[in-house]
């Protein structure tokens, strides 16, 4: 086996997808497997911040998701007993400021986008039906186990990146043990999408709603050109986990009663929509530690196996798209060397990948506060200027 063998990706999500695209272009030949049968319309909305569209940009993509994305003027920070503005962060000046758009996209259209463009390239193999179940390696190459249609298969390549999610097996089989596995933070985001037609204009507006609680949150925003408003509550509860085995448990729907209860205190305008929502489906967050490494020789992480993030800064989908691009320019630098090109991703990305998981850990807190440090958290706001809540992003949206 020569190095210039295929990559092999386990997982076509977000980071496996875009992965691929980003070491087709440098000229790399990629076999992708995806357990999902088909790339089905899952999910709901995603904020995609300058970070990830400069990258997606770089791939071909960005164009054919503008037409469908709205890129919204501000984020509006709010309390949650009245829907009182804390606070704007401008958003509009964002290609001049950190060179390329802030958008929000339904994870689908983005998903199909990835998709399209690695279908059309001859040098990407992708697989559906296939689950990943098992690899090797030695000093010429890794050899994985697939199954396909109820049965096992093979493959081999120069390396293997699992880019599999949360919870990874690839992950998993690097770092065994009970240390490392995935666990619910407490956490638990509800999400429905609804027509905007049904609501009043000022849903539709261009602008990321974001409103505080007591260990709650609120999020909505218009997608697909203003048509449909992308909602997600996030709650802390006392979920458990009974069906965490079944690969499907996040897409489950929930009951919305707990919803309406839970949120019976908020402001009115955020009552109605949470009232609006006839089917919410309950999506329970996972973490796992921080990693130092992300590789093991020709085995390496990407995506949120590699750094699970909650969805408190935006930024899970937007890191493992850096990952992408980090990992194929490693790559190309090292066309002949999967081990130390891996081993170079990791070391790029690993401390930047932390910090931002660590932060978006941080920024949930401070979301959920009650009693009186959420008032000063709300009047620290309030003082702020929103080109100082702005520039707080620049390490974030500048890389
Ligand atoms: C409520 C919520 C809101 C969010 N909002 C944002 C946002 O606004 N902006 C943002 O940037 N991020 C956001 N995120 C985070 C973002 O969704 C994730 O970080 C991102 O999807 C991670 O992509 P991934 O490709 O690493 O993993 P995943 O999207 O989990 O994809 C993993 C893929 O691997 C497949 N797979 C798993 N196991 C195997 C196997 N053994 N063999 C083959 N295939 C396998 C799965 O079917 C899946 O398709 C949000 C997350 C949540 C929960």
């Not at 999500?13 to 695209?21: C, F, H, M, Y």
Request: glycine share 8%; hydrophobic share 45%.
């Amino acid at each position: 086996m020569t190095s210039r063998e295929p990559f092999v990706i386990a997982g076509g999500g977000v980071g496996g997808l875009t992965v691929a695209l980003a070491l087709a272009q440098i000229g790399r030949r990629v076999l992708l497997f995806e357990r999902a049968p088909a790339f089905r319309e899952v999910g709901a909305g995603l904020q995609l911040s300058p970070n990830a569209c400069r990258v997606l940009r770089r791939l071909g993509v960005l164009d054919s998701l503008m037409d469908l994305a709205v890129a919204p003027r501000f984020v509006r920070l709010r309390r949650n007993s009245d829907g009182a503005d804390l606070a704007r962060v401008p958003l509009d000046d964002a290609e001049s400021r950190w060179g390329a758009p802030y958008i929000g996209v339904h994870r689908a259209d983005l998903l199909a986008a990835l998709v399209d463009r690695a279908r059309a390239n001859d040098l990407i193999e992708i697989t559906n039906d296939s689950t990943l179940t098992g690899f090797i390696q030695d000093e010429r190459g890794v050899a994985v186990t697939f199954r396909f249609d109820g049965e096992f298969r093979r493959a081999s390549g120069a390396a293997l990146i699992g880019a599999d999610g949360v919870r990874s097996m690839v992950r998993s089989r690097m770092f065994p043990g009970e240390a490392d596995k995935p666990v619910y933070t407490g956490h638990t985001a509800w999400r429905t999408i609804l027509p905007a037609a049904k609501l009043p204009d000022a849903f539709r507006a261009p602008v990321a709603n974001l409103w505080f609680g007591d260990r709650a949150h609120l999020v909505h925003y218009p997608l697909r050109a203003g048509s449909i408003v992308n909602v997600v509550a996030l709650v802390e509860d006392a979920w458990r986990g009974e069906t965490e085995n079944d690969p499907d448990f996040w897409d489950t729907e929930g009951d919305r009663r707990f919803l309406l209860n839970r949120f019976k205190d908020w402001a009115g305008e955020a009552r109605s929509l949470i009232g609006a929502g006839e089917t919410w489906m309950r999506w329970p967050l996972f973490d796992r530690p921080s990693l130092d490494a992300w590789t093991r020789g020709r085995v390496a992480l990407l995506g949120d196996a590699a750094h699970p993030m909650l969805p408190y800064l935006a930024q899970g989908a937007a890191q493992a798209i850096e990952d992408a691009a980090a990992l194929s320019a490693a790559v190309a630098e090292n066309q002949d060397d999967p081990a130390a090109a891996l081993s170079f991703y990791s070391a790029a990305r690993a401390f930047r990948a932390r910090k931002i998981q660590e932060a978006a850990r941080a920024q949930g807190e401070i979301y959920h506060l009650g009693g009186v440090k959420a008032f000063m958290r709300d009047v620290a706001l309030r003082l702020s200027p929103s080109g100082m809540l702005r520039g707080r992003q620049d390490w974030i949206y500048s890389a």
